[in-house]
């Protein structure tokens, strides 16, 4: 019997793998013919940070302001743009020169900067890889971690508007690979270097720390001295692991700055600086669809009803959120709101420290961040929609939130890329990934007998599907073509409308889903 198993599990496997290398072979190709399709600033913006890192020492890196779109990120990132330009400077050197190469695109530079992203996003596939070894025979699963490599969102963000975001949640997924596979202490190393890399993902730490702690520190409570030592000992190799990335990190920049006789503070205090820029405004120039989306259409709203001026609700890269109406929302709201959030749902973490309720914790921690953050980047839901793609097949309920979620990131990731050539693209690719995901997997997921609420619910739900595609024909096809058709009407004239529609439309899915999540995960974890 346990052969029989045995070689049916890896039958399973066989029939996928072959499949599955194919699909990386065709997405890796058509991802170099995208190549010379629209870029937006940050292709400038990472350029940017390959010639201070490769130009300037160490204590500069931080405080260079020559270019506006200066370092922000952690030192790894830092450390890892030092060792794209090593190559980038043999290529063509303009690419790495901090003055001469101000918005420098030149097909060398693009070329090598499509390239680069491609080259790390390795690590994802490599991720995935180990993931797909631990569910061998689930072919659900199996399924939804190639739709990761292949999704609309990563494509359009890291491969034509671009970013490195396959090679964050890489290390992210190996993090999750670690736990799932019983190594605590690289799971916290991978997290910890996570961190170093983009400290955004420090929303999911509350979910970590308590699982490790669980795990790993404190899996019972120690009733005598062995066990007390052995618990001692336990915490001294997880605060090894875990801090040797911080120190790795930071220690670089003190020595230098000691080395050429600077001040270590002021350069650590710059760093702190652009890592925390809490002077931005509340939301991002296009809003992310999440509470304070909905929060600023009210306030539109309202100062329609009093009669007075729309006040801008965004300033984009700096300045402070003015509302017109409704209060103002400060850094430290935000922040209360996330903490009292994630520390809700690690109650359930701590009772029940699984990989699964792992997986369910970290994802709602991120859609926390996203739903009620501070300066919001749209891109940001990726964080929620990916690692929730490894577990989405366990339970139907999970499965429909994963539905609505993931169509609700496809569009609302659309605006990011304008121009028009590259409509048909977006639009293409994310209904074929999107139909072939879902009709896939509804055979395999089976849908329990409903309630009367459930109908009604799921009837909503729908309708909202719907609405959504909709959403996208309107503002990515009609409007476009209806401004060129009559540009002298109010009504096209009114660039920020589809935007808005977009936001506001995709806020009320998102925060369903999160509300959704949220009550599954509270409610039903003994079940789990």
């Given at each position: 019997t346990v052969n029989r198993r045995q070689n049916s599990a890896m039958t399973s496997w066989r029939s996928l793998e072959v499949p599955g290398a194919v699909a990386v072979a065709l997405s890796t190709a058509?991802?170099?013919?995208?190549?010379?399709?629209?870029?937006s600033t940050d292709m400038e913006v990472h350029r940017n940070w390959l010639a201070v890192t490769y130009s300037l020492p160490l204590r500069e890196w931080y405080i260079d302001a020559t270019s506006p779109w200066t370092l922000d990120y952690p030192p790894f990132f830092a450390y890892l743009s030092w060792i794209l330009a090593q190559p980038a400077a043999w290529i063509d050197a303009r690419i790495v020169d901090v003055k001469l190469g101000l918005n420098y695109d030149a097909w060398s530079c693009v070329a090598y900067m499509r390239s680069t992203v491609l080259f790390t996003?390795?690590?994802?596939?490599?991720?995935?890889?180990?993931?797909?070894?631990?569910?061998?025979?689930?072919?659900?699963?199996?399924?939804?971690?190639?739709?990761?490599?292949?999704?609309?969102g990563l494509l359009m963000v890291d491969h034509i508007h671009f970013q490195y975001n396959g090679f964050l949640f890489g290390i992210l997924f190996l993090s999750l690979w670690a736990a799932r596979t019983q190594r605590p202490l690289v799971c916290a190393l991978l997290f910890s270097s996570l961190l170093q890399f983009?400290?955004?993902?420090?929303?999911?730490?509350?979910?970590?720390?308590?699982?490790?702690l669980r795990v790993y520190m404190l899996p019972s409570l120690p009733n005598n001295v062995?066990?007390?030592?052995?618990?001692?000992?336990?915490?001294?190799?997880?605060?090894?692991?875990?801090?040797?990335?911080f120190f790795a990190s930071i220690v670089p920049f003190v020595w230098d700055a000691m080395h050429e006789m600077s001040s270590p503070s002021q350069v650590l205090y710059a760093m702190y600086s652009r890592l925390f820029p809490f002077h931005r405004g509340l939301m991002h120039a296009y809003w992310a669809p999440n509470v304070w989306a909905l929060y600023a259409a009210v306030d539109r709203v309202l100062l329609r009803m009093h009669g007075k001026e729309l006040a801008s609700?965004?300033?984009?890269?700096?300045?402070?959120?003015?509302?017109?109406?409704?209060?103002?929302?400060?850094?430290?709201?935000?922040?209360?709101?996330?903490?009292?959030?994630?520390?809700?749902?690690?109650?359930?973490?701590?009772?029940?420290?699984?990989?699964?309720?792992?997986?369910?914790?970290?994802?709602?921690?991120?859609?926390?961040?996203?739903a009620i953050g501070w300066h919001v980047h749209e891109k940001a839901i990726l964080m929620a929609a990916l690692p929730f793609s490894l577990i989405a097949h366990r339970r139907y309920s999970d499965w429909r939130t994963f539905q609505l979620l993931s169509a609700v990131a496809i569009v609302s990731l659309f605006p990011l890329?304008?121009?028009?050539?590259?409509?048909?693209?977006?639009?293409?690719?994310?209904?074929?990934?999107?139909?072939?995901?879902?009709?896939?997997?509804?055979?395999?997921?089976?849908r329990p007998m409903p309630s009367n609420m459930g109908i009604f619910?799921?009837?909503?739900?729908?309708?909202?599907?719907?609405?959504?595609?909709?959403?996208a024909l309107v503002t990515q096809i009609v409007w476009p073509i209806s401004a060129n058709l009559a540009p002298e009407s109010r009504l096209w004239q009114m660039e920020f409308l589809p935007l808005m529609l977009t936001s506001v439309y995709c806020a009320a899915g998102f925060v369903y889903c999160w509300a959704r999540l949220s009550l599954t995960y509270l409610s039903e974890l003994p079940t789990m």
């Open positions: 058509m991802k170099v013919l995208l190549w010379p399709a629209y870029h996003e390795s690590v994802l596939a490599y991720a995935l890889y180990l993931l797909s070894q631990c569910t061998l025979g689930e072919e659900t699963q199996q399924i939804l971690l190639l739709s990761v490599f292949l999704h609309p983009k400290h955004i993902y420090m929303y999911m730490a509350p979910a970590y720390f308590v699982y490790l062995s066990a007390m030592s052995a618990a001692l000992d336990r915490t001294i190799k997880l605060g090894f692991v875990t801090l040797t990335p609700t965004s300033r984009g890269m700096v300045g402070d959120t003015v509302l017109g109406i409704l209060p103002n929302i400060s850094p430290t709201t935000c922040f209360v709101l996330a903490l009292t959030f994630s520390l809700v749902y690690v109650v359930p973490l701590w009772r029940r420290p699984t990989y699964s309720t792992l997986v369910y914790c970290v994802t709602l921690c991120a859609m926390t961040s996203f890329l304008h121009t028009h050539k590259e409509t048909p693209i977006k639009l293409m690719y994310a209904a074929l990934w999107y139909i072939l995901v879902c009709q896939t997997m509804m055979r395999r997921v089976l619910l799921h009837a909503l739900e729908t309708a909202y599907l719907y609405g959504l595609s909709i959403l």
